[in-house]
């Protein structure tokens, strides 16, 4: 039971791909037949347009949810997973953080060749037990997206009660968050066996590799993980996609300048000047308010 709710534990490093599924499938089921009988008593003409569309119309409705989950992830991961703009939202920043920190790639400054190349110590792939931490949401986090998101669904399904927006909607945050943690879970996959050879062959594999492994060298870039039916639509609508020629992989050196990023366009470029601002007030406050307790602390040892 713990395999299953889990996908990988330190017994078990691989990504267990089938149980993840299977968890996905047990949980879509029951959430859908909760959804069902629930609307069925509400508002059965609602429940009824969920199946009595043309599939052309969920598909449309499915796909323009998915487009709009896609900027939710981009700007999730950004805002969030990367930044603190309100304290609430520190937990899941700090174990993102953690998942970064347990693999990641960095130039050494300090181990330059005469070319000015530097060596990379690369961390990306997952195989070691202690990687595994906060590699993959929580297996209850289906739920928690579904019910989130449900606060959008619903109102607009009672504005156009004729629509199939609840059905489409659900589909597409179970699709989208399945789509996440399986792409997600086979980027970090080990170099040597699985990807080297892919890449070696492949300019397509080595834009695939390449895309998230940046962004564990650059935070900035990269963000759209699953992204739109797995492309970074939003990273290329921002600016904030970045692949260079000189990928910092498992034993290469690469030349400084090559590892630049470019600067987002608008509005993310200014949504991170807003972000920055509040993050910086919080750290003041948290600076100020750690002042003050140590100011208590050697007045209390005085007395």
Request: charged share 20%; aromatic share 14%.
């Amino acid at each position: 039971m713990k395999r299953l709710l889990t996908y990988r534990d330190h017994e078990h490093v691989d990504f267990a791909h089938g149980l993840f599924l299977l968890n996905i499938l047990v949980q879509s089921v029951a959430w859908g037949a909760g959804c069902w009988f629930l609307w069925n008593w509400i508002r059965p003409d609602i429940a009824q347009a969920q199946i009595s569309n043309p599939i052309w119309v969920v598909l449309l409705w499915f796909a323009v949810i998915h487009l709009v989950l896609g900027l939710f992830e981009y700007l999730f991961h950004r805002y969030v997973l990367h930044s603190v703009f309100w304290m609430p939202l520190k937990p899941m920043r700090d174990k993102h953080t953690a998942h970064h920190s347990l693999t990641h790639v960095r130039e050494l400054a300090h181990k330059l060749d005469e070319k000015g190349d530097a060596e990379v110590r690369n961390k990306y792939p997952i195989v070691e037990p202690e990687q595994i931490e906060h590699s993959a949401f929580p297996p209850y986090a289906l739920v928690g997206f579904l019910l989130f998101f449900s606060l959008f669904f619903v109102p607009l399904q009672l504005l156009l009660p004729g629509a199939p927006i609840l059905l489409a909607g659900t589909l597409a945050v179970i699709f989208s968050y399945s789509l996440y943690e399986i792409k997600h879970a086979v980027e970090h996959n080990d170099y040597e066996s699985f990807w080297k050879p892919r890449i070696e062959k492949s300019r397509f594999f080595r834009a695939w590799y390449g895309f998230h492994l940046m962004h564990h060298s650059r935070i900035g870039v990269n963000q759209a993980i699953g992204g739109v039916f797995a492309l970074p639509i939003w990273d290329w609508a921002f600016g904030t996609c970045f692949i260079p020629e000189e990928l910092p992989l498992p034993g290469a050196r690469v030349s400084p300048e090559s590892q630049v990023p470019p600067k987002p366009r608008w509005p993310i470029s200014a949504l991170d000047k807003v972000v920055e601002s509040l993050e910086n007030r919080i750290k003041e406050k948290r600076k100020q308010a750690a002042l003050r307790k140590r100011a208590s602390t050697l007045s209390e040892a005085q007395d």
